[in-house]
């Protein structure tokens, strides 16, 4: 390598390392938020004056309003690019946290959570796609490490929630975000590079948009609220939307919302269903394992909190060596290799439902499934990106988050189905173990991740940027 070669070598890493200082920034605070206001709902009920039922929709709407706009992210950075439109995601995010903080019901908090839903769905994706278009095959290196302080998020938000509604408001649950948005704004403006060049404008899909948007947002809905007589209508809405949907992009190629060939690429498609998966399984666990802890196990939710610490301890240790790992062993060895991991983990805390809670399996069992976890996500990512071309990354962003949060509320509902009905069953045979049968049920599912798994490439080539 010459000394020409490797000053562009440096500058371009120094380069890489200033745009996922903005990208995670991004997705932190998004990240951080969110959480917040999740362990924070009793609170804002008693302030508001609001019933725990009408209160839950800061959240429900959150993610709803972000389901609905994520289907935009691809046309919108086609049409405006993609640093132009992370500066108007975060000036709007922003914006909305404070007038979430200056809310004077719950209905108003909520039409304000709607508006912050509605930018904060936008920038996850954003976060994937700069990295991406700027660290190339260094991507998984680099996206581990750039997930490393997004993990504080699950981490320290109910630690920051509480310090804040004992010593201030709830209102500064939403206020603390102004400072940091501001220097995320600032960091944003310096750092992203100008990507006008890069604009494919065309004109915006309505017919599949007002398929996929309403579509997505009723089955997650209905999955959310499947033991409901609204959910199961619900989630038969949603998917007679997307089965239309499919049908009307079919007939359009090169002007659909979401390029529905790019599943051509067995890559792609392969990589798409490991996220479904991985996701699934991680947000099924959060439901399954605290649950079992406070109710099976008799813990507090403070102490259950501090015993869930070894999976995100897990997942942080993972994340930073997924880079070396992958050009050791390549994607498929790595994925194959957590899913695995994460099912052996599993099936320890089967073993341990079966006998009293003993810290000494609990700790380490958590630990290596969070770890395991950690190494399935961003390889799939990886191999998703690298089978599609440079020019194709908005829309390739677009269903890669797409699958990924359907994941989430579709295995944790099957879980919670499949744990009711297990409770009802142990009602009737006490001889039947519904935490252990609920448990082994997602042992199964990171058994189904690491099959999805092996079906990806064995090595992960260099993007195409034609």
């Known amino acids: 390598m010459t000394g020409t070669t490797r000053r562009a070598s440096a500058a371009l890493d120094a380069s890489i390392w200033k745009i996922t200082a903005v990208a995670v920034l991004g997705s932190l605070l998004a990240q951080l938020d969110a959480t917040i206001v999740n362990v924070s709902l009793s609170s804002l009920a008693q302030d508001l004056h609001s019933t725990l039922s009408t209160i839950q929709w800061v959240t429900s709407g959150y993610l709803l ?24 995601c975060f000036s709007l995010f922003t914006l909305s946290s404070a007038l979430c903080g200056l809310a004077w019901s719950a209905q108003s908090l909520i039409g304000f959570r709607l508006l912050q839903g509605v930018s904060g769905g936008l920038l996850a994706p954003m976060a994937q796609m700069m990295m991406k278009r700027a660290a190339g095959d260094q991507f998984t290196r680099i996206a581990g490490y750039a997930a490393f302080p997004v993990l504080l998020g699950p981490l320290l938000g109910p630690v920051i929630a509480g310090a804040i509604l004992h010593y201030a408001s709830w209102r500064w649950l939403f206020l603390v975000n102004l400072p940091v948005g501001v220097l995320a704004l600032v960091l944003a403006w310096c750092f992203l590079p100008d990507d006008r060049e890069e604009r494919q404008p065309r004109e915006l899909d309505w017919p599949g948009l007002l398929l996929l948007s309403p579509g997505l947002a009723a089955m997650l809905l209905g999955a959310e ?24 992009e079919k007939r359009k190629p090169g002007r659909a919302l979401i390029e529905l060939r790019q599943f051509r690429s ?7 269903v490991a996220q479904f998966l991985s996701n699934g399984v991680m947000f099924a666990g959060q439901m399954l394992i605290p649950l079992y802890l406070i109710q099976a196990c008799g813990q507090s939710p403070a102490t259950m909190g501090w015993m869930l610490a070894p999976l995100g301890l897990g997942m942080m240790v993972s994340f930073p060596s997924l880079g070396f790992l992958t050009a050791r062993f390549g994607s498929r060895a790595v994925a194959v290799g957590g899913a695995l991991l994460a099912l052996l983990a599993t099936l320890a805390l089967v073993w341990l439902a079966h006998r009293e809670l003993t810290l000494f399996v609990l700790v380490p069992a958590l630990f290596l499934r969070g770890m395991g976890q950690g190494a399935v996500g961003l390889p799939a990512v990886s191999v998703a990106y690298a089978a599609v071309e440079r020019r194709d990354l908005p ?70 940027s034609r």
């Open 395 to 464: 829309m390739a962003t677009t269903t890669l988050n797409i699958a990924q949060r359907l994941g989430g509320p579709t295995l944790t509902t099957l879980c919670a189905v499949f744990l009711g009905w297990m409770l009802n069953v142990h009602a009737v045979h006490a001889s039947v173990n519904a935490w252990a049968n609920a448990l082994l049920l997602l042992a199964a599912l990171h058994a189904l991740t690491a099959v999805a798994a092996l079906g990806l490439p064995a090595r992960t080539d260099a993007p195409r």
């Open 65 to 88: 309003a972000l389901t609905f706009v994520l289907p935009l992210n691809g046309w919108l950075i086609d049409r405006i690019g993609g640093k132009a439109l992370y500066l108007w």
């Open 225 to 248: 609220r499947i033991a409901q007589p609204v959910g199961p209508a619900a989630v038969a809405l949603g998917a007679a939307l997307l089965a239309a949907f499919v049908f009307v």
């Open 266 to 272: 067995r890559a792609f498609s392969v990589a798409a």
